[in-house]
Each structure stands twice: as C-alpha cells, then as structure tokens.
C-alpha cells in the first residue's frame, strides 16, 4: 500500500476523551517522514491552537485547520479561503438574534469574538490559541477577511443553531454540524475533503494515496475524498456507513494502532 499521506480528526479521534494525544505519537510521526508518509491532523480548531499541541514536531507536520478553511505546512500558509465578506455579516447577525449562541470569527492570524460568555469563553480557549475581544464583531469581520465562522450554543448545537442556519444559508455556505456544541459555517463547497485535494496538489500525489480518521459528521467528505477511509468505533453512526474500515476507538489509540497495523511500522 503506497500511502503518502494520513489526515486525522482530532477531538473523538487522536485525541483521547481527556484531550491528550496518544503515547507515542511524536515518534510514530517521524517514523512515518523517514519513509515518506506525511501526517495532516485535520480539524475544525483553528491552526494557531493545533499548532501549539504538537510542540517539538509542529513543524514536521501539515494541518487542516477550520475544517479545511486554512492550509499550512508547518509555519507556511498553503491555501486560505475566505467567505464572501456579506454571508460572513449575515451570520453574525443571525447569531445575536439566536437565544444562548455565540460566534467567533476565524482570520488569517487569529480570530475575533464579541460575547464573554464564561461557558462560550471556557470552550472557545480549547479551539482558539489566537483569539481577540473586540467590541463589535460585525464590524471588526469587515476589515479583514474570514475563512470561518463558529456558532457555540452548548450541548444543542444541532437543534437551536444548525437548522436556522441551514434555512438561511443551505445554498450559500457550508454549513456543517462539529460537534453537539459547534456549527461551522465556510465558503460554499469547502471542506477537509477539499483541502485534502490542496494537499495532494502541494505533495504531487494523488487522493488514492492518502489514508483519514474521522468520527463526526464534518469528517464525511474528509473520509469521502480519500483512498483508505476509517471510521472511529466511537465514531457517529451515519459517518461509519461512510467509511471503508472501522477502527478501534480514540480512547484505544484507534489511530496510531491502525497505522502502525497497516503500514507496518513502529
């Protein structure tokens, strides 16, 4: 199997329940350069906060960050797509008509919110390393571009966020359900799948290539657009009818046992 490349959710799929990558994973990783198999984590968190988890290896790795919204490889910027600036003022607005949801706006260098919330504050600071209070977010979104917008609204994220959205912005946006508390919103036909695709353009290889973890629902077209597509066993049901393989869960070290396992290496 000529893999080249392995593209990995992080929340429910590298990460165990308690946030904490798998043992062994730094070494896994450089195992995996030396014999030309790069690791993409992929996930909605914002590049900045991804980044600073992978510590001594961070710039060995490539990242999918705000659910393919920005591209990097290591520190350089590969891809960063903006939304169109009036779609990206019409869901703020439509979140501070909303009871109990909050935004954050995701920028090249970081990204701005409005609301101090302390529930909103307290799980915003798991995704968001660079983040900014500004005193009006719709107008701060105006004076630079934004390659996403999250929408938090605690444990009911998918019935008092995601159909309002949907309604409003279904033909618009790309509109994708994170999480139970998160609704992400990008530039219409974005995904991780799509930036898997940059990758592979960046690399010179194709998407047969390439092996994804996934355990939600924004990880479809991540699992959809690659050679090699697995399923957490803890994943959600609908994404497991997606994916080729299901592996062991993100608390048995699913991941890096299934690397390890297929491309037979320590």
């Known amino acids: ?71 990097c490889d290591g520190r350089e910027i590969v891809s960063f797509e903006a939304m169109p600036q009036q779609l990206v003022c019409a869901a703020v607005e439509l979140a501070r008509g909303l009871p109990n949801v909050h935004a954050i706006a995701s920028m090249r260098d970081g990204a ?3 609301d101090d919330d302390p529930v909103f504050v307290e799980n ?3 995704y968001y390393a660079r983040r900014q209070k500004v005193p009006d977010l719709l107008a701060a979104v ?11 609204c605690k444990n009911a994220a998918e019935t ?15 509109v994708a359900l994170s999480g139970a508390d998160w609704v992400d919103l990008m530039r219409l036909g974005l995904s991780k ?4 695709g940059v ?19 924004n990880d479809v077209e991540l699992l959809r657009s690659v050679g090699e597509s697995y399923a957490m066993a803890n994943a959600h049901e ?19 046992r299934t690397i390890r396992s297929v491309l037979a290496v320590e």
């Open 142 to 152: 105006q004076q630079e571009p934004v390659c996403k917008v999250a929408l938090f």
């Open 199 to 217: 990758m592979c353009d960046n690399l010179h290889i194709t998407p047969a290539q390439c092996m994804a973890f996934g355990d939600y629902l």
């Open 124 to 126: 915003m600071a798991m």
């Open 1 to 71: 199997m000529s893999i080249k490349l392995i593209a990995a959710d992080m929340d429910g799929t590298l990460l165990s329940s308690r946030k904490q990558l798998p043992k062994g994973f730094f070494p896994l990783v450089r195992t995996l350069k030396k014999i030309g198999v790069r690791f993409a984590p992929a996930s909605g968190r914002q590049y900045y906060n991804l980044y600073e988890q992978f510590g001594e290896i961070a710039d060995e790795l490539m990242y999918i960050s705000e659910n393919g919204g920005m591209v």
């Open 238 to 256: 609908r994404l497991k009818k997606v994916a080729k393989h299901v592996c062991p869960s993100n608390d048995e070290d699913g991941v890096c």
């Open 112 to 114: 701005a919110y409005e």
């Open 193 to 196: 799948g799509v930036a898997v």
């Open 160 to 174: 008092n966020v995601l159909p309002y959205y949907r309604q409003m912005f279904d033909d618009k946006l790309q």
